[in-house]
Each structure stands twice: as C-alpha cells, then as structure tokens.
C-alpha cells in the first residue's frame, strides 16, 4: 500500500540557519506532492504544491524539489526565523480528490 | 475572509453517549472532508462529500457517520464514543476533484470522551 515518511524526531536549528525536512514515499507514483504547515491546536495550511515535472518550486524563503527517481521531496526554509517553527506535513493524492498525509517533522528554530 | 469553520472547538463527551461536530465554510467549495488527527500523527482521512455525493474510506468504523445538508455545512456524527475516539477532529474543503487542488482547513475539535 501507499506510504510516507517524514522524520518523526524533532528538528531543532538556530535562527538563520536553513531548515531541510525530508518527505519519502513508497509503492506510489503521484503526479503532484503538497506540503502544509500546522501549528499546536490548528489546522494545517496549505503551503506548496509541486508537479512531477517540476524540479524545484520557490516561494518566498521556502523551497520545495520533487525527485521522482528517489521518490523524494525535500522542504527547505531558508534564513529561518522562530516565528517557523510549527509541524510541517506532505500530502500525496492517491486520486479522487484525497490526501495521503505523513505524520509530519516538528521544526523548533531558536533565537 | 473566507474560511471554514468548526464548533465547537472543544467538545467533551461521555462514553457511548452520541455526539455531533460541525464545520461550516464560506468557501463554496463543492468538496468537503473529514479527518480524524491523534496526537503526533498524520491526519486520517474518514470520509469526504463531492457535493452530496458521500465516499466513505474502507477503514472508517460504522459508528462515525456524517451528513451534509447544503453546500456551506457538513456534521461528523460518533454514534457511541469510545475512548480510542478521542483526538483532533479536522474539517477540510476543496474547489474540485482533482489532486493538484489545495485543501483548507478549519482549526479542528478537540473531543474528549470520559
């Protein structure tokens, strides 16, 4: 069956650094990947999608590549600040219209 | 602002005693869809509605329903709550059927069962 794996221990960086948080995926070819933010007691939001032949998506500090070889994305924040600190989710669509959610990475970013 | 909302966003019940969330959206958007989240965990997916047409996930227990009246308003019925039922409650909407649309979420109910 379809699988995601996002690192389920914490990332703990200094502000300014870049943060990197990895999202793999298993018996599974989508033709898009999406990436959400979630804070403690919300729902997530809606931050990036990325198309299987799109290589590299930017939008503002975050940046997101999609390798459909590795069946990898990886999310980064650049110059990150503690106001990024939240849980980051990736989402898969299996078809008609769902998501397929990973657990998601904390990321804790400090002063 | 558009936006999609839920009530309450705590909600305690007693066990095996019938209980109802809502989520109400602004959006008009014709999908809507409803996620159970434990702590630390992936939202699960337990059922969505393309306008009244209801797709229920081949994992969801018999004892949560749900029901959708009108574009704007749809409610998550747990007919007998048991403990393992208590988590984040998570309503989400979208413009279409297809995967390259973002979903949007309310910020959940928190149910509690004694």
């Known amino acids: 069956s379809q699988k995601i794996e996002q690192n389920s221990e914490a990332l703990n960086i200094q502000e300014g650094k870049t943060a990197t948080l990895t999202c793999n995926y298993t018996?599974?070819?989508?033709?898009?990947l999406q990436w959400y933010r979630q804070d403690p007691g919300r729902g997530p939001v809606f931050l990036l999608l990325?198309?299987?032949?799109?290589k590299e998506k930017r939008k503002e500090r975050l940046k997101v590549t999609f390798d459909t070889t590795l069946k990898q994305s990886l999310f980064h924040i650049t110059a990150s600040q503690p106001a990024d600190s939240a849980t980051y989710l990736c989402?898969?669509?299996?078809?008609?219209?769902?998501?397929?959610f990973g657990q998601g990475t904390e990321l804790s970013v400090k002063p | 602002d558009a936006m999609v909302i839920q009530n309450p966003r705590y909600q305690v019940t007693q066990f095996g005693k019938p209980v109802t969330l809502s989520c109400s959206q602004t959006l008009n958007h014709n999908v809507m869809y409803w996620y159970q989240q434990k702590s630390s965990q992936a939202p699960k997916l337990l059922f969505h509605y393309y306008d009244k047409d209801f797709n229920n996930e081949a994992d969801t227990p018999d004892n949560f329903q749900s029901r959708r009246p009108n574009t704007s308003f749809c409610f998550l019925d747990i007919r007998s709550p048991g403990l393992g039922d208590a988590a984040m409650y998570l309503c989400?909407?979208?413009?279409?059927?297809?995967?390259?649309?973002?979903?949007?979420f309310g910020d959940g109910t928190r149910l509690s069962i004694l």
């Open positions: 018996n599974y070819s989508p033709a898009y």
């Open positions: 989402a898969l669509p299996p078809g008609g219209g769902k998501l397929i």
């Open positions: 990325i198309r299987e032949n799109e």
């Open positions: 989400a909407t979208s413009s279409g059927q297809v995967s390259n649309q973002p979903q949007h």
